[in-house]
């Protein structure tokens, strides 16, 4: 596996906020994960032996802070598959 890096200015006001979740261990593991390939909140929680709960809680940090993007939202009703674009 290759290094990622991310390069963010000292200047910058979301800094702070940025330092916090790249210290969360989780958050890094998702970020390290996601690096390689796209990947569902299901599957991220499944290879890194997480409660869906905590991918999610994580996941949704990491898009606010404008470290992932997220493609696709995928609803079940039933037995019928929604998929909505999430932008």
């Not at 390069?7 to 390290?32: F, G, P, Q, W």
């Not at 991220?44 to 470290?67: D, F, R, V």
Request: hydrophobic share 40%; glycine share 4%.
């Amino acid at each position: 596996m290759s290094e990622k890096f991310i390069l963010v200015s000292l200047e910058d006001e979301k800094a702070k906020k940025l330092a916090n979740i790249i210290s969360n261990d989780t958050c890094r593991k998702i970020l390290d994960y996601l690096g390689d390939k796209d990947s569902s909140e299901s599957d991220i929680a499944a290879a890194l032996s997480l409660p869906l709960s905590t991918g999610h809680y994580n996941i949704q940090n990491l898009h606010e802070h404008g470290l992932v993007e997220i493609k696709d939202f995928v609803i079940y009703i039933g037995m019928r598959k929604i998929l909505l674009n999430w932008r």
